[in-house]
């Protein structure tokens, strides 16, 4: 009988200390990976996930890195090593309010967070899994929006629009990449109980938008990271190309 123990997954999480990328680790520590999270600011969040995931049984190293400079992220993903997934997590809505009204540096801000940012992963996560360059295959997550499909009138179109771009590259990657033993998902949350929205300037919006949604609530990060959970794991194996909506029924 072979008794060499399997290999533990080793995964990457932008944004990965906080909100929904931090409640993906503590699912995928659950799961057995090892963990590379990665986050720009806020120390004391990074320490506190840290801890956490480490009682849960994981191997831990946390990276500073601004995923909209693509030389920190090539930075990061050599000091993350070899992977076996990428959670691509990193995004934020920035501001409320019609496009009309908003700075065009916030939109340029918008876009260069939630889309340029995120090809800039999705493509070091291919060179880092693909079998044709040294990988060992793998799958990519990236965290879209239902934005993408509501396009958001009235509160954030410039961060609808970049979220759809997300759903495109998703199908398009994973065809680029399907014969390199690695699968590209997107997961697409509705509204969730993170400061994403107070950080926006908006604080008041979980309690005016939770009720709209047909399950009446807003979400629970870790229902988002439930589903990837399952989107990375060996049961989801004939997925990809397509996003994964966790909105409540929005
Ligand atoms: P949070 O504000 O709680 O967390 C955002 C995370 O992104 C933080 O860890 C932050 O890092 C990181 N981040 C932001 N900017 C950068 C950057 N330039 N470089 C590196 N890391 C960065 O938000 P959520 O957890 O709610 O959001 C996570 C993802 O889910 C985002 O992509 C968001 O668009 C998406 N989403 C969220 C929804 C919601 O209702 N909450 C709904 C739909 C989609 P740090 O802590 O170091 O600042």
């Known amino acids: ?46 320490e506190r996930t840290r801890a956490e995931v480490e009682a849960l ?40 309010g019609p496009l009309a009204d908003t ?19 999705a493509r070091a996560a291919v060179r880092a899994m693909a079998t044709s360059r040294g990988g060992s295959g793998g799958v990519l997550v990236t965290i879209g929006s239902v934005a993408a499909t509501t396009g958001s009138p009235g509160e954030y179109v410039q961060y609808a629009a970049a979220k759809a771009g997300v759903d495109a590259m998703t199908v398009g990657l994973a065809q680029e990449v399907a014969g390199d033993g690695v699968r590209v998902v997107a997961v697409a949350p509705g509204i969730i109980d993170t400061t994403i929205h107070a950080d926006a300037g908006e604080p008041g919006r979980l309690a005016r938008v939770g009720p709209t949604v047909p399950l009446g609530r807003a979400g629970d990060p ?29």
Not at 67 to 95: I, K, M, W
Not at 104 to 113: F, G, K, P, S, W
Not at 228 to 245: H, I, Q
């Open 1 to 46: 009988m072979d008794e060499t123990p399997a290999e533990r997954p080793r995964t990457l999480v932008t944004g990965g200390t906080r909100g929904i990328g931090a409640a993906v680790a503590r699912r995928l520590a659950r799961d057995g990976h090892d963990l590379v999270l990665a986050h720009r600011s806020d120390e004391d969040a990074a």
């Open 103 to 121: 700075p065009v540096e916030v939109i340029a801000r918008t876009v260069e967070l939630n889309l340029t940012s995120a090809l800039y992963v």
């Open 222 to 250: 870790r229902e988002v990271a439930d589903a990837v959970g399952w989107l990375v794991s060996p049961e989801a194996s004939y997925v990809t190309g397509t996003t994964l909506r966790v909105g409540g029924g929005r």
């Open 57 to 96: 049984g994981a191997a831990c190293t946390l990276v500073r890195a601004d995923v909209v400079d693509p030389d920190q992220v090539e930075r990061l993903f050599a000091q993350a090593g070899p992977l076996t997934c990428v959670v691509s997590n990193a995004g934020a809505t920035l501001h409320v």
